[in-house]
């Protein structure tokens, strides 16, 4: 699929979202659209805003459906304010919270029309097999990428575990013949492991360099790609790779495309995510509430109660992708806290950042399109970046903490780190684990999420002891985009 394929099925799919609106939202979305902006200092996102479209769609739907009258809906997207009246709630609640839910924050999200829908993200394609990298493969986002940076190339690796084509080791005699039919001089890297470790190389001359109590001797035919090498006793059984360059020019002519540009496709391909229900039930009493109301005057208990509801919400939901993003963390990474002897606690303190920065760069390593510019941070590493500000001289330029007027309720966006690090406090994780990965927008991450319905509420019913009952949940999933991409940080 190509990029403008892709652009117009997401185009699509808003086209769908905005013709299916409901006007009467319209007062409502720019309003959070403002709020939206005047916290984040940007424009909230055309995927975000068709996010809220579609769940205010859906729920109004809902609502209607089990008997509440467009009249009732109207009244109560009026004066969100009102938490006393639980349609007013939710939909003030889904104002604030759909643009604003913690996951938003480090994966990729787009809207679902359908309860299975795709999610797209690019990718590059190898169109060809060469190389030892066969068509179809993903070389941006798979290891093979970190491995094997010869594809565009006429340079290549045979291993002796490779199925076929590889070098073969019978105890000290190793032979192999080059299937390119030929080896360009001071090309030929020969590469021992397993039983011993051991790099040398061609002299550019037909010889392979010996290396003492490990390579005797070897040859390399240039012209033919004939390798012969005569291990040593101690090296006899080691793994062999034998890296070369061959002669495009001299490649047959059944091998023409081995001549020719390596050829990969960019394209925008998708996985289909299922959105699963997050639920909860909630309930107040109304003579509780009122008595509140009067005994503390002009505190706004209606906002104390939409953000300690939205502070729940939040928690459940993003803490279960999380949960669900830190299994499938594919390296782990892990710095001690014990202090060594000679060195001051807030000089070890600082050891730590190092470390993060060695985790983000093995992320790059692994799918070259990007290092880690997020941490999920569980609250021992909260300890130390929040400690940060008052020990060092340059700490702004280290830690920079958010400001809020209250501390949020859930996971929340607690500052960057080195300008490059959007760190979320999540005390849901082990105080010792934390998970790095990447977020370019909504179609390029490590992780990507798919909402149905961000957020929903059943009828809410007035029990006879003036209880009243409400359920609430969303439709949403996810799934890794790029494997290799996320890595787990753990303090011991």
């Known amino acids: 699929m190509t990029r403008e394929e892709a652009q117009a099925k997401l185009n699509q799919t808003f086209a769908q979202i905005n013709s299916s609106a409901d006007p009467m939202h319209n007062g409502l979305i720019a309003q959070s659209r403002d709020a939206y902006a005047k916290r984040w200092g940007k424009a909230m996102s055309k995927e975000k805003e068709a996010i809220l479209k579609n769940s205010l769609d859906q729920t109004t739907r809902i609502l209607t459906s089990r008997g509440v009258t467009k009249e009732a809906i109207k009244s109560a997207v009026a004066d969100i304010g009102k938490v006393d009246n639980p349609i007013a709630m939710l939909y003030n609640l889904m104002s604030i919270l759909i643009p604003n839910f913690a996951y938003t924050e480090v994966c990729a999200v787009q809207p679902m029309p359908t309860e299975k829908s795709p999610i797209f993200y690019p990718q590059i394609t190898a169109n060809e097999t060469r190389n030892n990298i066969t068509k179809g493969t993903a070389l941006l986002g798979s290891t093979n990428w970190a491995t094997e940076s010869n594809y565009t190339t006429n340079k290549i690796t045979r291993k002796s575990t490779d199925a076929e084509d590889g070098p073969v080791v019978s105890g000290t005699d190793v032979t192999f013949t080059a299937p390119e039919g030929s080896i360009l001089p001071n090309t030929c890297v020969v590469t021992l492991s397993g039983v011993v470790d051991a790099v040398t190389l061609d002299d550019g001359k037909g010889n392979i360099k010996p290396v003492l109590n490990i390579i005797a001797s070897g040859t390399v035919d240039y ?11 101690a090296a006899s059984g080691a793994e062999v790779a034998i890296n070369y360059r061959y002669d495009w020019a001299a490649v047959s002519a059944s091998a023409d495309m081995d001549r020719k540009p390596a050829q990969a496709v960019f394209e925008w391909t998708s996985k289909e995510i299922v959105a699963h229900p997050y639920r909860l039930r909630s309930s107040y009493n109304l003579d509780n509430f009122y008595a509140a109301k009067n005994v503390l005057g002009g505190y706004d208990i209606d906002q104390v109660l939409a953000t300690s509801l939205g502070g729940l919400i939040n928690k459940e939901i ?14 782990i990474k892990t710095w001690n806290s014990i202090l060594p002897s000679g060195v001051s606690q807030i000089e070890h303190n600082m050891s730590v950042l190092q470390s993060l920065n060695e985790a983000s760069n093995e992320i790059r390593k692994q799918i070259a399109r990007s290092g880690a510019n997020w941490i999920i941070a569980g609250t021992k590493l909260m300890n130390i970046l929040e400690s940060l500000g008052g ?42 684990v934390n998970l790095m990965g990447y977020r370019k927008d909504d179609t ?21 002891d003036l209880t009243v009952v409400q359920g609430m949940g969303c439709k949403c999933g996810g799934t890794q985009l790029f494997p290799n991409s996320m890595m787990k940080f753990i303090i011991e």
Do not use: H
């Open 318 to 331: 993003s803490c279960n992708f999380f949960d669900e993003m830190l299994v499938r963390a594919d390296g």
């Open 444 to 464: 390029d991450a490590s992780y990507g999420v798919g909402s149905f319905i961000s957020l929903y509420a059943t009828n809410p019913i007035a029990k006879d």
């Open 391 to 432: 020990n060092f001289f340059d700490s702004k330029n280290i830690w920079a903490a958010n400001s809020y007027s209250a501390e949020p309720i859930g996971p929340y966006v607690a500052g960057t780190l080195f300008g490059k690090y959007k760190v979320l406090k999540n005390q849901d994780f082990p105080e010792d």
């Open 223 to 233: 012209d033919t790609g004939a390798v012969t090498i005569i291990l040593d006793a």
